[in-house]
Each structure stands twice: as structure tokens, then as C-alpha cells.
């Protein structure tokens, strides 16, 4: 049961909709810890980092253009898994494709403008945090939790 970060991108359409909380609920309902958070106004760079393995697909102009169009919220996220289950939390990357139950299922209606980001490996995660919190994480402890967990 490894414990990983993972790193959320509340995109723009997210804040543009006013569906922050609702988003952020989701993982925290989860059980999954917010180690990092702060709104940003992406810049041409950070985008073109975060999105460097999509730099030659023909969408790639208008989603720099989409993740830069507005503020968005970045979290760090800590669990067990923290990863995959971020991703399965979030669904499909088409919203119309997205299984009900998922955050882009319930409330995205598209491919490109899919309200939320999960990093797809714990590499991808370590890459792209580095993007968003170059500063750092807050310092966490276990032993910050209240409950014991059983595996
Ligand atoms: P993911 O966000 O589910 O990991 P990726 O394939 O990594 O999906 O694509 C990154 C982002 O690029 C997507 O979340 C979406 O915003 C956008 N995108 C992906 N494919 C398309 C497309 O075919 N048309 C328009 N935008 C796309
Ligand atoms: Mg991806």
C-alpha cells in the first residue's frame, strides 16, 4: 500500500463554473489528503511543460490556450495510491464517454474542456508537481492522522 503524491489541476472551466468545491470534495471525501493548493494563472511556459508529451497534437494550441485562459487551482494530493485512484476518481478524459459516478461523468460534457487533471504515474506526478509547487510541499506526518488504518 504505498503512499504517493499525486498532482490535481482544477482546470479553468472548473473555476469558471464555480464547481471547485465540488470537485475538491470528491477527493477529500475519498480520504485523500490536500498537501498542497493554491490558485494560478498558468503561464505560456508552465503550460507548455505540463502538456510536453501533447506538444505536436493538432489540439495542442487550443488547450495551452485553455489552461491559460483563466485561473485554476493546483493541489497536491496525498494517500494510499494516490495516483490511480485520483485518476479513477476523475474518468475518461471525453466527458461524454465518462462513466456516471466519475467527476468528469457527472459534470463535463467534453474532450477538451474536462474540468480536472490527474497525474497518470507516480513519475508524471513527480515531473509536474515540480511544475506547480516548485517551492515545495507542506511537511506531512502519519501520525497527523487521527485514525488507524488497517490494511
Ligand atoms: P487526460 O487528461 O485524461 O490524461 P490526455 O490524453 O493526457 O488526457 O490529454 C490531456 C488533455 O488534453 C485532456 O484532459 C484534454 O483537456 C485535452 N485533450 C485530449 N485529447 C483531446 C482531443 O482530442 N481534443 C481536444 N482536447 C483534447
Ligand atoms: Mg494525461
Do not use: C
Not at 72 to 95: H, K, M, N, S, Y
Not at 113 to 119: A, D, F, I, T
Not at 142 to 151: C, F, G, H, K, L
Amino acid at each position: 500500500m504505498p503512499v504517493q503524491q499525486t498532482l490535481i489541476l482544477l482546470k479553468p472551466d472548473a473555476i469558471q463554473r464555480g464547481l471547485a468545491a465540488e470537485i475538491l470534495g470528491r477527493f477529500e471525501r475519498k480520504g485523500l489528503r490536500i498537501v498542497g493548493l493554491k490558485l494560478v494563472q498558468a503561464t505560456g511556459d508552465q503550460a507548455d511543460r505540463h502538456y510536453a508529451e501533447h506538444k505536436e497534437r493538432p489540439f495542442f494550441p487550443s488547450l495551452k490556450q485553455f489552461i491559460t485562459g483563466g485561473p485554476l487551482i493546483a493541489v497536491a494530493l496525498e494517500g494510499d495510491e494516490a495516483v490511480p485512484v485520483a485518476r479513477l476518481i476523475i474518468g475518461a478524459t471525453d466527458g461524454r464517454a465518462a462513466a456516471p459516478g466519475t467527476i468528469r461523468g457527472d459534470l463535463a460534457l467534453s474532450k477538451s474542456n474536462n474540468l480536472v487533471h490527474g497525474s497518470d504515474s507516480p513519475a508524471s506526478a513527480a515531473r509536474e508537481l515540480a511544475i506547480w509547487f516548485p517551492e515545495g510541499l507542506l511537511a506531512t506526518r502519519r501520525s497527523d492522522t487521527v485514525w488507524v488504518e488497517t490494511p
